[in-house]
């Protein structure tokens, strides 16, 4: 009886955003199993697979060959092999190379196996004292003035904590931008070089930060409050009972919601407790 050919699997691995140490067991052992390594860049590849001992062959898998490498990297899962594609640094297809092969392996219901690890915006982000139960992350904000101006103004609306990358070097004018934009005194705070060795989270107001911007250096990622006055203006409207609704489809526990509501109400939280006993 003829075997029938089975298709390899595509391991989507997380590795390192700096220190090394953050690197999963179960990615190791991925790593070491698979056929095929596909980086965003192989160099940069090597150093961490050097680092745990591991050797097998890589292919440059990048932004700018994404198109041409997946033709070629869905050949070798057909032959059989399994791929681990990882990024420089991360998980991969968060502003980083994947997002195309994963569309084509779905569409040719190639297994895809997501292999959990570091990510900037969720260590970022818990770790700001922002809102962490609704939030947006909106990748780095575009050059094209049009585009960016509508993504400031998404940012100025939205009543959801915000999230976005940022280079150093662009980060005075997103800044100014959104000193411009923001119609109220928001939370932003910003959190660069995530668990690396000058890892710093610093919450201050956005006037301070643009005073700070020439000495900031390194990966960063802003986290900014969500806009709550149209949103308290809403609330306000309705009556007890559905503002008690409206926390609990958020997942606020009963004690966050009598608390939320009072202080949106401006009122004392035992009033509000009363009702609810």
């Known amino acids: 009886m003829q075997e029938i050919n089975k298709t390899g699997t595509l391991y989507i691995v997380a590795t390192p955003i700096g220190n090394l140490e953050d690197i999963t067991l179960r990615a190791i052992r991925i790593l070491k199993e698979v056929d095929l390594i596909a980086a965003e860049d192989t160099r940069h590849t090597l150093k961490l697979l050097n680092h745990l001992e591991i050797t097998k062959p890589l292919i440059s898998y990048h932004r700018h060959n994404e198109e041409i490498k997946s033709d070629v990297l869905i050949q070798k899962l057909k032959e059989g092999n399994n791929i681990a594609l990882v990024s420089d640094a991360g998980t991969p297809g968060i502003c980083d190379p994947g997002e195309e092969i994963i569309k084509r392996c779905i569409q040719l219901e190639i297994n895809i196996v997501p292999i959990p690890g570091p990510c900037a915006i969720i260590n970022s982000l818990i770790c700001s004292g922002i809102d962490t ?15 960016r101006k509508n993504k400031l103004d998404e940012i100025n609306k939205s009543n959801k904590t915000i999230i976005i990358y940022e280079a150093p070097h662009k980060l005075l004018a997103t800044l100014q ?69 409206y926390y609990e489809n958020k997942g606020f526990c009963k004690k966050d919601i009598i608390k939320q509501i009072a202080k949106d109400r401006n009122v004392n939280k035992n009033e509000i407790y009363k009702q609810f006993i």
């Open 133 to 147: 139960k609704e939030f947006t992350f909106l990748g780095f904000l575009p050059l094209n003035k049009k585009l």
């Open 177 to 245: 931008d959104l000193k411009q934009v923001l119609n109220q005194d928001r939370k932003i705070v910003l959190a660069r070089e995530i668990t690396k060795i000058h890892e710093e989270f610093i919450r201050e107001n956005i006037d301070n930060l643009i005073a700070r911007t020439e000495n900031i250096k390194g990966e960063i990622v802003l986290i900014i409050e969500g806009n709550n006055i149209q949103e308290d203006n809403e609330l306000n409207n309705l009556s007890i009972e559905e503002h008690y609704k």
